[in-house]
T-cell receptor, first 114, second 111 residues
Framework: GAVVSQHPSRVICKSGTSVKIECRSL??????MFWYRQFPKQSLMLMAT?????????EQGVEKDKFLINHASLTLSTLTVTSAHPEDSSFYIC??????????FGQGTRLTVV | DAKTTQPPSMDCAEGRAANLPCNHS???????VYWYRQIHSQGPQYIIH???NNETNEMASLIITEDRKSSTLILPHATLRDTAVYYC????????????FGSGTQLTVLP
């Protein structure tokens, strides 16, 4: 299947700092990428839809100024958690569509804010 | 997207078939049944999907009832590495739309 690479796999940052997470489609072009968040023992929740060359669409309750999404190319989308706080600690996962029928997911990024 | 109902957890003996059920009684005619799984601390992995015919690939088989209101994912010979949360998702075909994850079924394969 197609490969989606997410980096870093885990990161620890201090409260108040910003963290950037990268999501790359390695062997295909993705016009649309999705960002999910998953808290412990919960399911994945969609945060935003990232479209190449345009502004991201955020789900209700997700602060667009706090979770900055950039999709500058067909193979790269980034999620920046700005002014991170302990409650932002979570597992962040991206996915990308191949233009076929199924989406593929990155490995996820475990963010811990201390 | 139609709502799905799955049992919260199941156990299966290693080497035996794991049969994971999913109810989707409100499925629409153009909606497919997708299965993904998530091994602990990893991103979800696509398994299989189908519309109305049974499907099989190298990972699993998908059996969809004739009225399409329920389906079963079958792992023919479960291994310890199949321990994961399995998500049944119903939606129209195409990867340009987001996936809506329910709570899934925690499958534990026992040695």
């Amino acid at each position: 299947g197609a490969v989606v690479s997410q980096h870093p796999s885990r990161v620890i940052c201090k409260s108040g700092t910003s963290v950037k997470i990268e999501c790359r489609s390695l062997d295909f072009q993705a016009t649309t990428m999705f960002w999910y968040r998953q808290f412990p023992k919960q399911s994945l929740m969609l945060m935003a839809t990232s479209n190449e060359g345009s502004k991201a669409t955020y789900e209700q309750g997700v602060e667009k100024d706090k979770f900055l999404i950039n999709h500058a190319s067909l193979t790269l989308s980034t999620l920046t958690v700005t002014s991170a706080h302990p409650e932002d600690s979570s597992f962040y996962i991206c996915s990308a569509g191949t233009g076929k029928t199924e989406a593929f997911f990155g490995q996820g990024t475990r963010l811990t804010v201390v | 997207d139609a709502k799905t109902t799955q049992p919260p957890s199941m156990d299966c003996a290693e080497g035996r078939a794991a049969n994971l059920p999913c109810n989707h009684s409100t499925i629409s005619g153009n909606e497919y049944v997708y299965w993904y799984r998530q091994i602990h601390s990893q991103g979800p992995q696509y398994i299989i999907h189908g519309l109305k015919n049974n499907e099989t690939n190298e990972m699993a088989s998908l059996i969809i009832t004739e009225d399409r209101k329920s389906s079963t994912l079958i792992l023919p010979h479960a291994t310890l590495r199949d321990t994961a949360v399995y998500y049944c998702i119903v939606r129209v075909e195409g990867s340009a739309r987001q996936l809506t994850f329910g709570s899934g079924t925690q499958l534990t394969v026992l040695p």
